[in-house]
């Protein structure tokens, strides 16, 4: 299969613990998003990487978020201290480029977090 | 966080019954992509659309990039059960540094045998 994959896809934690997701997007897809999906919500931009660097963040993304995409292969997004209001499904996203203006975006199947 | 004005939000329609739904912004998007989701899945890629006018299809399905930039439609042709999910509009401005995609609010599909 030569689809985006994400791990897990399903996480429960207990509020206050840490808990990071992986992502490995299509190959040779420089750029890599995160997004958060709450249940009859469209999903939400979190923050891109192009290859291993963060180029953008929502203000979604509050400071117990991090992400990370070393030697731009494939990413982890880390929550600290989960909140009940954590709890959704995390979708990652890698995109091929065919030119200016000419990008397209795959998704993987996502990690639906709950936090009790 | 910002989404885009979708329509209709729902919609029950007959077996062999077409379908069109529309993706609304205040915003310039260079382009549009439409997705379908089924419960507890990732979004799948229906259609792309990069260039103002554009008319592109997929089997039963034709998507359009608006005119104006501000829109893009979607249509199935003869809905069929499996027709059935969350279809979803995802716009990019792709300029001024942002190249983040702005989804809609999403078009539930519901197909009567």
């Known amino acids: 299969d030569t689809g985006v994959s994400q791990n897990p896809r399903h996480k429960i934690t207990k509020r206050g613990q840490n808990v990071t997701f992986r992502c490995d997007p299509i190959s040779e897809h420089n750029r890599l998003y995160w997004y958060r999906q709450t249940l009859g919500q469209g999903p939400e931009f979190l923050t891109y990487f192009q290859n291993e660097a963060q180029l953008e963040k929502s203000r979604l993304l509050s400071d117990r978020f991090s992400a990370e995409r070393p030697k731009g292969s494939f990413s982890t997004l880390e929550i600290q201290r989960t909140e009940q209001g954590d709890s959704a499904m995390y979708l990652c996203?890698?995109?091929?480029?065919?030119?200016?203006?000419?990008?397209?975006?795959?998704f993987g199947p996502g990690t639906r977090l709950l936090v009790l | 966080g910002q989404q885009l004005n979708q329509s209709p939000q729902s919609m029950f329609i007959q077996e062999g019954e077409d379908v069109s739904m529309n993706c609304t912004s205040s915003?310039?998007?260079?382009?549009w992509l439409w997705y379908k989701q089924d419960p507890g899945e990732g979004p799948v890629l229906l259609i792309a659309?990069?260039?103002?006018?554009e008319l592109t299809s997929n089997g039963r399905l034709t998507a359009q990039f608006g005119i104006t930039r501000k829109d893009s439609f979607l249509n199935i042709s003869a809905s069929i059960p499996s027709d059935v999910g969350i279809y979803f509009c995802?716009?990019?401005?792709?300029?001024?540094?942002?190249?983040?995609?702005?989804f809609g609010t999403g078009t539930r599909l519901k197909v009567l045998a």
């Open positions: 915003s310039i998007f260079n382009t």
């Open positions: 996203a890698s995109s091929e480029i065919a030119g200016v203006y000419q990008e397209t975006q795959y």
């Open positions: 995802a716009g990019q401005r792709g300029t001024s540094g942002t190249y983040k995609y702005i």
């Open positions: 659309l990069y260039k103002a006018g």
